[in-house]
Structures are given as C-alpha cells and as structure tokens.
C-alpha cells in the first residue's frame, strides 16, 4: 500500500496562483517510485473526478486542454514528491484536487493513466 499526502489547497482570487505537493509516506524504495507515474485529478461535486496532470517516470508532462499553459507538473525524485504549479487560476478550477500514482510508469499519458494509489485530497476554492 502506497499513502499519498496532498498539501496546497487554499482559497485564492482569480488571476493567482497556487503550488500543490504530494508526498509518499510511507518509506518506499527510490527506484519504485521512480519507475511510478504520477498525476493529479480534480473532482466537483456532481461530476466525475478528471485528469489535470500526468508526468510519466521519465519525466514527461502531460496536461488536460483547460489547463495547459496554465499548470505545469513536476516531480522530484529524492524527496519522493510530486508537485503542480498552477498559474492564472479561474473560478472554473475550483474543485478537491487528487494525487495518484501509477505504478505502470512508462509512457503514461492524462490518457492513459490508471491510478492504483490515490491520496485524501486538498481543496482549492477560487473566487471571482
């Protein structure tokens, strides 16, 4: 079993920007959660929980189209945390935002992608 911790969620007002993390912690081999995919989802309530970001085990990024340009994933191996820079933020991403991880991590897409771990969630409230 993998525990993920999601930190960031906060209240902003449109136009500002947040950072969130998410951390392993639980002591896992670095090489196992190298090889793991990452992403973030968000979910509302009412609707389906959708894929922001994805970052494969190689580093490679992948956005959802309402947030490209906008939010950028990134990872950092040694501290087994994955984050996601999220700028000019709008109302419309308001929502409880989810880590995941993959442990098939090759070539992991916001596609692709198929959780089997997933942390508690951090909310992030943006206002007009």
């Known amino acids: 079993q993998v525990h993920l911790v999601e930190s960031g969620g906060e209240s902003v007002q449109a136009g500002g920007s947040l950072k969130l993390s998410c951390r392993v912690t639980d002591s896992m081999d670095v090489d196992t959660y190298a090889s793991m995919a990452m992403g973030w989802f968000r979910q509302v309530p009412g609707k389906e929980r959708e894929g922001v970001a994805v970052?494969?085990?190689?580093?490679?990024?992948t956005y959802s189209d309402s947030v490209k340009g906008r939010f950028r994933i990134s990872r950092d191996i040694s501290t087994q945390t994955v984050h996601m820079q999220m700028d000019s933020l709008e109302p419309e991403d308001t929502a409880m935002y989810y880590c995941?991880?993959?442990?098939?991590?090759?070539?992991?897409?916001?596609?692709?992608?198929?959780?089997?771990?997933w942390g508690r969630g951090t909310q992030v409230t943006v206002s007009s």
């Open positions: 970052i494969d085990r190689d580093g490679n990024p």
């Open positions: 995941a991880a993959d442990p098939r991590g090759r070539r992991t897409t916001i596609q692709s992608i198929r959780p089997t771990y």
